[in-house]
């Protein structure tokens, strides 16, 4: 079975903030410990981006100390 997974932040381009990476992070992990699923496809919603990449707007007010303190690379890291 394929599981869809799909970004839903179209007005920031599904742009992938702490939050958004922390669900898809608990998603991921949950369906692949489904034995039912055999792939994950990971979309994004409004049709005009996959994904932007990371929040800049969340991440500029933040010095690197912070955001390595929030878990923001753990996030990333998985």
Do not use: H
Not at 21 to 37: G, H, I, N, Y
């Amino acid at each position: 079975r394929t599981a869809l997974l799909t970004l839903n932040r179209p007005k920031a381009l599904n742009a992938l903030s702490l939050e958004v990476m922390r669900e898809t992070v608990e998603a991921t992990e949950a369906l692949d410990r489904d034995p039912d699923v055999g792939c994950i496809v990971i979309t994004g919603s409004g049709g005009k981006a996959f994904a932007a990449g990371a929040d800049i707007k969340e991440m500029q007010p933040q010095s690197y100390m912070d955001m390595y303190l929030s878990d923001w690379f753990t996030a990333w890291d998985r």
